[in-house]
């Protein structure tokens, strides 16, 4: 490798430039208005305590046969599948014909710390889906679970099997214990109880910093030492910034539910290790017995590869594919690439099970 040379005039060159730059941004800066996002209108179907069911309304009436149900993860607000006109998961499924609702969990308070796994999975997503299948007459809808969302659709389909009749699971944790996961890794040794007990609710920002540690010289520094390169360029800049408003837009988590999920999940390990109950529930893999497209990221450093690929080994169901993402955990909703090859993958899947 050719080592970089610094004179007197390439310092005072990148000087110039970087001050041109500020300059120029801060004139990019006044005309740039509060960000938005949410791009596509939505009906609400259903409300119960904070969540909301919502039915996507694209530009065609639907031509898929059996409606899906978008089931995000609590820790995080579920808009990034609709976070820009150019970059929406949903209005690129919606374009290929799916129907699409999505459950908006809100934003938890103190009311909410005593809510569960068992309030979130045989309560709210139960009711959900009896919703949308008395809406569309059917007996069984299709379900596309992301991230912690994913981890709470395989526990639904274990326990309802007969309610669903396809199961996607998008960068979603299955194997909690593996060598590569960070965050399995810290939160393992966690006390969990003595945790909850002093806090109640888990803040938003301390989540927040958590996630921004694990990879800290990206997120602390890197990303805002780039962003002098965007400040001359406002559709970039408002890109940003929109990313940057969902990151810290995330929810509080209910205590008891994450108490739960520590426990379960990542230090017994349960989905993979067997002994998992929610509520009054058994959960065992072997009885997700519908077709299964299980999609990673391949440089996912939340959810990394081997945290996922093991669900193959543990579902029931002989009709199983895999569609592996060259990206990351954020780049699969957002990235150019993602708006390529994610929904008409994810549609054509469908479209092959739609009987």
């Not at 408003?245 to 993979?272: C, M, T």
């Not at 169901?317 to 990235?335: C, E, M, P, Q």
Request: negative net charge.
């Amino acid at each position: 490798m050719q080592a970089i040379r610094f004179t007197p005039e390439t310092l005072s060159n990148e000087a110039m430039r970087f001050t041109s730059k500020i300059s120029a941004g801060m004139e990019t800066l006044k005309q740039v208005d509060d960000v938005h996002f949410g791009v596509t209108d939505k009906e609400e179907i259903y409300a119960e305590d904070k969540l909301v069911l919502y039915r996507y309304q694209g530009d065609k009436k639907p031509s898929a046969k059996v409606p899906t149900l978008i089931v995000y993860a609590l820790v995080n607000r579920p808009y990034m599948v609709d976070l820009q006109e150019d970059r929406s998961l949903v209005r690129n499924l919606l374009a290929q014909g799916e129907d699409l609702y999505l459950i908006d969990w809100g934003y938890p308070d103190r009311a909410d710390r005593f809510t569960s796994l068992d309030d979130y999975i045989n309560g709210y997503i139960r009711r959900c889906v009896e919703v949308i299948c008395k809406r569309h007459g059917l007996n069984k809808i299709n379900i596309l679970g992301i991230c912690q969302g994913g981890a709470f659709s395989l526990c639904y389909a274990s326990i309802y099997p007969e309610t669903v009749q396809n199961l996607i699971t998008m960068v979603t944790p299955v194997d909690f214990h593996t060598d590569d996961n960070m965050l399995s890794r810290w939160t393992r040794s966690m006390d969990v109880d003595a945790f909850i007990n002093a806090n109640g609710n888990v803040s938003a920002d301390m989540m927040n910093f958590c996630y921004l540690t694990l990879k800290p010289y990206r997120l602390f520094h890197q990303k805002y030492v780039g962003l002098a390169e965007i400040l001359d360029d406002q559709r970039e800049l408002e890109n940003f910034l929109r990313m940057e408003k969902w990151i810290f837009d995330s929810p509080d988590q209910a205590g008891e539910a994450f108490r739960q999920f520590v426990k379960d999940f990542y230090q017994g390990n349960k989905l993979v290790n067997g002994g998992l109950v929610i509520g009054d529930k058994a959960v065992d893999l072997a009885r997700v017995s519908m077709p299964v497209l299980n999609i990673y990221a391949e440089q996912d450093h939340l959810v990394p590869p081997s945290a996922s690929k093991p669900l193959e080994g543990l579902v029931g169901t002989k009709d199983y594919s895999v569609l592996a993402f060259r990206g990351g955990h954020i780049g699969i909703y957002v990235s150019g690439r993602a708006q390529r090859e994610v929904p008409s993958a994810v549609h054509q899947w469908l479209a092959k099970r739609s009987s």
